[in-house]
């Protein structure tokens, strides 16, 4: 990355990124020389005069995924009045329940998973749509190349992909005061827009379950102090690990919980330091996944550990309204984005 080369996707590269300028230079190198700006832009500069402002979002994740129960309350309260909300689908359709409540949630919903880059953008184009929302960014199934032909006068960055896109065809990224500080303004190559309290969304709907899980269930110790990591293990840096490592040497009877995601991720911690004592958490998963932290009820959890330096998002929230206490670290330095997520999530929770 370092000596200009797209060798390192930017959504990788934010599990250990050094600093916020470091995520920028990653994110440009890609966007550059992978998905260039088009030299010929689909929309030009005319000005659409409609009754309503037409917004669309579109994502790869419209189904059962941290990024719909999160932003689905969103769509539904849009003012019917003003806005006129279109979802472009470019992901699977799982049949679930999610995913009917999303299509129901839009004023329009639009499957283009089978169609290419140019035929979205032109269709964007022609439905002259005035804000386009782009909730996947430089994730998994996302498809920028619609977003360097600039089918709509405004392209917003937001939640999906927690990072700059460092191009100059995304307008605009949604953030607040503690995920880009204003010092850290300069390393986004979007303009910020800073919501007043917290830029996560979340779903009022979502409920517990009334399943509460013991600690025998799970196979935890019943007089330990628990320390809970559930982030994918890819955000687990040696240094990270270091820290926990000494935490549970000096807490009498604490163990750690982690997410077991596969052998070699558990072979790897396990080299990096001799666990005290190991919990595989991949048995209590069921389906959906996301409402397992909540379902697990916290009771079995006394704190959770953030990762570093890419932080939880979705399930930190879950956590706290499951019960279990988040420790958060802030950052007064450059770390970037992710440095600060558990402290507005914190926020969004409480609220």
């Not at 032109?122 to 909730?135: G, M, N, R």
């Not at 409920?207 to 007089?223: C, F, M, T, W, Y």
């Not at 911690?269 to 048995?283: A, G, N, Q, T, Y």
């Not at 979705?314 to 600060?340: K, Q, R, V």
């Amino acid at each position: 990355m370092k000596n200009g080369k797209d060798s390192t996707p930017p959504w990788a590269f934010l599990g250990v990124a050094p600093s916020a300028h470091d995520q920028l230079k990653c994110a440009k190198v890609w966007s550059s020389t992978r998905y260039p700006r088009s030299t010929k832009p689909l929309w030009q500069g005319s000005i659409y005069k409609h009754d309503k402002v037409r917004v669309a979002y579109v994502s790869a994740d419209f189904c059962q995924h941290p990024v719909s129960y999160l932003t689905v309350g969103v769509f539904e309260c849009h003012d019917r009045s003003k806005f006129e909300v279109t979802a472009i689908s470019l992901g699977r359709d799982d049949q679930s329940e999610m995913r009917k409540r999303l299509v129901a949630a839009f004023d329009h919903f639009s499957d283009m998973l089978n169609l290419g880059e140019d035929d979205i953008a032109h269709l964007i184009k022609t439905a002259e749509i005035d804000i386009l929302v782009d909730l996947s960014g430089l994730t998994q199934g996302s498809r920028t190349g619609v977003l360097t032909r600039r089918p709509a006068p405004v392209q917003i960055n937001y939640l999906g992909y927690p990072g700059t896109m460092g191009s100059d065809y995304v307008d605009y990224i949604i953030a607040d005061h503690f995920v880009i500080p204003k010092l850290n303004r300069g390393d986004y190559s979007e303009k910020v827009v800073y919501l007043p309290n917290t830029f996560q969304a979340n779903d009022s709907q979502r409920k517990a379950s009334d399943k509460i899980s013991s600690r025998d269930e799970v196979g935890l110790p019943q007089n330990a102090f628990v320390f809970c990591c559930f982030n994918n293990n890819y955000k687990i840096t040696p240094h990270c690990f270091d820290i926990w490592m000494r935490l549970l040497k000096q807490i009498t009877r604490s163990v750690l919980w982690v997410l077991g995601e596969s052998e070699s991720a558990k072979r790897n911690l396990i080299k990096l330091h001799r666990v005290i004592e190991w919990v595989d958490f991949s048995p209590i998963f069921e389906s959906p996944a996301a409402f397992v932290v909540v379902a697990v009820g916290m009771w079995a959890t006394r704190l959770r550990c953030p990762s570093y330096p890419q932080r939880c998002l979705s399930y930190g929230h879950d956590l706290i309204e499951g019960g279990a206490a988040l420790l958060i670290a802030i950052s007064m330095t450059d770390e970037g984005l992710m440095e600060s997520c558990d402290a507005t999530i914190a926020l969004a929770a409480c609220r």
